[in-house]
């Protein structure tokens, strides 16, 4: 074999070892959801990126999407978002199907999201997940890693931009926060509380749609050029009464 032909082979071989699989993308996607004492507000950015490149501006259906008794937040690479909300669609189904009453709150739907995201934790999803909705008419909210654990909070906020967006809602609603004590949590001459808070302080629903949207201006304005943000889905939740959802340019 002459020595170019084999010198190319050789080439071609180490390049292919070299080659590096990489099964996960970010595909972008800011969600936060703040619980209240009888309303839960949703928020997510609409926009699809990749390395910074805006490739769509209308996402919203795999960003925000009601499950049975809650809603789901993702954000993060695109084919797992819709991977896991097939699984849980397929879930939920089957229990209506079957009349098992089995997903009947959020809680439940929080739970599954937990156990499916702990069944692929040796290959996770690629997702950032919030599960919210209201439980018995007051706000209710989870926030979750990428095995599944998971932690009931007043506000919430995953995916790119969050290490901003977290601290301005929580500065924002500093000092309007209380916490919700679950029936059976106290103990005998020691009441034990959860380790957070839950629920933000009586404040209308209104109130709380500007701190949200005031948030997700600072962030754009921060990082909008990185994070191509320039619309919010928002979905208020309020007891009574049917689900508001509209779109807001930022």
């Keep these: 074999m002459p020595l170019f ?13 070299s080659a590096k699989f990489e099964p996960y993308a970010s595909n972008g996607g800011l969600s936060c959801a703040i619980a209240g ?3 839960c507000i949703l928020a997510t950015s609409t926009e699809l990126t990749d390395n910074g490149v805006v490739l769509k501006t209308n996402l919203e259906s795999s960003r925000l999407y009601k499950m049975g008794p809650g809603y789901l937040l993702t954000s993060g690479c695109e084919a797992d ?3 896991l909300q097939s699984q849980l669609r397929n879930r939920i189904s089957t229990a209506n199907f079957d009349q098992s009453n089995e997903f009947s709150s959020p809680s439940n739907l929080a739970i599954l999201v937990s156990n499916l995201l702990y069944s692929r934790r040796s290959f996770p999803f690629y997702v950032s997940c919030i599960v919210a909705g209201l ?13 599944g ?3 009931l909070s007043a506000i919430q906020a995953n995916g790119e931009g969050s290490v901003l967006l977290q601290p301005i809602l929580d500065k924002l609603f500093e000092g309007k926060e209380r916490r919700s004590v679950p029936v ?5 001459g020691n009441d034990l509380l959860p380790p957070v808070k839950t629920v933000v302080e009586d404040e209308v629903a209104e109130k709380a749609v500007e701190k949200v949207l005031s948030g997700y201006r600072s962030v754009m304005r921060k ?14 939740l309020r007891r009574g009464v049917v689900a508001e959802e509209r779109i807001v340019e930022l």
Excluded: Q
Aim: some cysteine; proline content about 2%.
């Design 223 to 236: 990082e909008g050029g990185n994070l191509g943000m320039k619309r919010l889905k928002l979905v208020v």
């Design 149 to 151: 654990s998971h932690e």
């Design 184 to 188: 059976g949590e106290h103990r005998v």
């Design 5 to 17: 032909t084999t010198l190319l082979l050789s080439l071609a071989l180490i390049t292919f070892v």
């Design 37 to 39: 004492p009888d309303y």
């Design 135 to 147: 439980s018995g008419g007051c706000g209710c909210v989870w926030g979750y890693d990428s095995i």
């Design 81 to 83: 978002c819709w991977g």
